[in-house]
């Protein structure tokens, strides 16, 4: 999980990886937005391997969510 939010908070210019956590509620980070949701996409495909699309981001609402829903698509 570590991991992940490391890579996670690689897409954000100026988001410290420390203030994230599972429960981080992704949307109500300060530069969410669809460009950052298909940045994420990107980098789960680039990273990890797995094809996660809208319906995937659309399901999940914390950082958590999303770590889960990309583990379970393994």
């Given amino acids: 999980m570590k991991e992940f939010i490391e890579k996670f908070a690689e897409i954000f210019d100026d988001l410290d990886p420390a203030i994230i ?4 509620v992704i ?3 300060e530069d ?7 940045s994420v996409i990107g980098m ?4 990890y391997g797995v094809t996660f699309n809208a319906e995937d981001m659309k399901a999940c609402v914390t950082v958590g969510d999303l770590y889960n829903r990309m583990q379970s698509k393994k």
């Fill in 27 to 29: 949307r109500d980070l």
């Fill in 44 to 47: 789960i495909d680039e990273e």
């Fill in 21 to 24: 956590s599972s429960d981080t």
């Fill in 32 to 38: 969410w937005d669809s460009i950052a949701g298909l």
